[in-house]
């Protein structure tokens, strides 16, 4: 499934959840002939993230609607920015109103807690990651903000990635298994996409590094000190992820371990949504 598909999928599903079989509490007291405009206001600092999302959603609804963009994806706010103004019929912008704000508040807390972590790395060449720790049917939109908030995404889902982890290598019998017999399905399979596994410490590396055959070794929940001593071993033949038990406070200590990549779960399974109201224009 595409993009696209995957966010019109969205645009359906919510729309039914929310409005059903009609906004009531506007039609019982809003002309259907009545025309206006609603702004987006800003009422917290950080990285403004949705507003392409939101103009789908205003076109979804009605495609009448027109917006007035001040800002753009990606930008840095502040309380008090305007991000537009959306005018058209006051019903539509009614049925619009929570549904655009649900999406743009939480894409917009995730580039903004994205951008904290990136910016903890700022001269070192270290990439923060994303995970597939979503919200079902949100993924998309989750992972768009990570890309806004200046992170980088990791694999969409579990089709365009192998990632052996811990119980595959358990229910493999081990990790020479799990590494062969996913080289042999990728070539029956006619599939190319990168391997990477998980180690789980410092002996799990060398097992790895002596099967090869992969492309990227996640060191999961490893301390700092095994965390240098596996980039020491390792030496430029596969590239590095630290994951696990990361938080702001040691993100950079990891960092400066010489990874390649650092996966935060917590950029959107933990999420603070940014303060925005839309307000009529009167």
Known sequence: MHNEDLINSFMETALMEDIGDGDHSSLACIPETAIGSARL???DAGIIAGIATGKKIFQKIDPGLELDLFLKDGDSVKPGNIAFIVSGKVLSILSSERLILNVMQ?????????SEYVS??????????????TVPGLRIFDKEAVRLGGGTNHR??????????DNHVDFAGSIE????????????????????????????????????????IMLDNFSLADTREAVK???G?????????ITLENLRDYAEC????????????????????????E
């Open 106 to 114: 939480r894409m917009s807390g995730i580039a903004s807690r994205t």
């Open 156 to 165: 969409m889902g579990l089709y365009d990635m192998i990632l052996l982890k």
């Open 258 to 281: 010489g990874v390649d990549f650092i996966s935060v779960g917590a950029l959107t399974h933990h999420v603070k949504g940014m303060d925005l109201s839309l307000k009529a224009v």
């Open 237 to 245: 033949r596969f590239e590095t992820e630290s994951s696990g038990k």
């Open 120 to 133: 903890r790395l700022e001269g070192l060449n270290t990439k923060v990651l994303d995970t597939r720790k």
């Open 41 to 43: 206001l800003v009422k």
């Open 233 to 235: 071993q390792i030496a």
């Open 177 to 216: 298994n799990a590494i062969l017999k996913t080289i042999v399905y990728l070539e029956q399979k006619g599939i190319s996409v990168d391997i990477e596994i998980e180690a789980r410490d410092l002996d799990d590396v060398r097992e790895i590094l002596r099967v090869g055959k992969i492309h990227r």
